[in-house]
C-alpha cells in the first residue's frame, strides 16, 4: 500500500467501504504469523489461517475429491502441497474432542469458563479444578482449543491430583469403616 492518505479522497464510496476489511485481513494475517512461531501449522484449531486462504485450500481439496470420490488420490495429488505442514503422521484428533472423550472416559466433569468478550482468555475446569488456560485476540473457538492443549499438556499433573485427592476420601472412609465394625461387634456381645 503505497497509496498516499490523500489520494483515498479519490476513492469511490465503495473502496472506501472495503478499507476496514483490508486493516482486519493485515491483522490477521499478522496474527497468524506470530501464531506460527508458537504452534505448528497442523495444530488442529491452535492457530487462526486467514480465512481467504483456508477457503482457497478448502474448495480446491474438496473439488478434486468430488471429481475422484477417493481420499487416497486426494492426498497423492497434493502430498507435494501439504506434507511439508501435514503428514498422515502428524494428523491428530482435535485437542477439545480428545479432552472430552478422556473427561468422559473417567466420568470427569469438563467445563469451559468464557471470558474472552472482555479480556479474551477461556479457562479449563476439570472437576472444578483450574487446568488450563487459552488466549486468542481473533476467534474464541482458538483460545477454546487452546485451552484444551493446554489443559492436556497438564494433564499429568492433574490426574495426580485426582488420585491423591481420591486417596484421601478412600483414608477418610477406612476408619469410619472399622469404626463401624467394631460397634457391630460391641453391640453383638451380651
Not at 492518505?5 to 483490508?22: G, R
Not at 494433564?155 to 457391630?184: F, M, R
Amino acid at each position: 500500500m503505497t497509496m498516499k492518505l490523500n489520494n483515498l479522497v479519490h476513492l469511490s464510496p465503495t473502496a472506501l467501504s472495503l478499507i476496514p476489511d483490508l486493516f482486519a485481513d493485515i491483522l490477521q494475517i499478522q496474527e497468524f504469523a506470530r501464531a506460527v512461531v508458537h504452534y505448528p501449522l497442523h495444530s488442529n484449531g491452535l492457530i487462526d489461517a486467514p480465512k481467504d486462504l483456508a477457503d482457497l485450500v478448502e474448495s480446491v481439496i474438496g473439488a478434486v475429491f468430488m471429481d475422484c470420490n477417493s481420499i487416497d488420490i486426494v492426498w497423492k495429488v497434493f502430498k507435494g502441497f501439504l506434507e511439508p505442514i501435514i503428514t498422515p503422521e502428524t494428523i491428530q484428533i482435535h485437542f477439545n474432542t480428545q479432552l472430552h472423550e478422556m473427561c468422559q472416559k473417567n466420568n470427569r466433569t469438563l467445563k469451559y469458563v468464557d471470558s474472552w468478550e472482555e479480556n479474551k482468555i477461556v479457562d479449563c475446569f476439570i472437576d472444578g479444578e483450574f487446568v488450563g488456560r487459552g488466549t486468542y485476540n481473533l476467534r474464541k473457538e482458538v483460545a477454546q482449543n487452546r485451552a484444551a492443549k493446554d489443559a492436556l499438556d497438564n494433564q499429568q499433573k492433574w490426574i495426580v491430583l485426582h488420585e491423591k485427592e481420591t486417596a484421601d476420601e478412600q483414608e477418610v472412609e477406612s476408619p469410619t469403616s472399622q469404626l463401624s465394625e467394631e460397634e457391630s461387634e460391641v453391640n453383638e456381645q451380651p
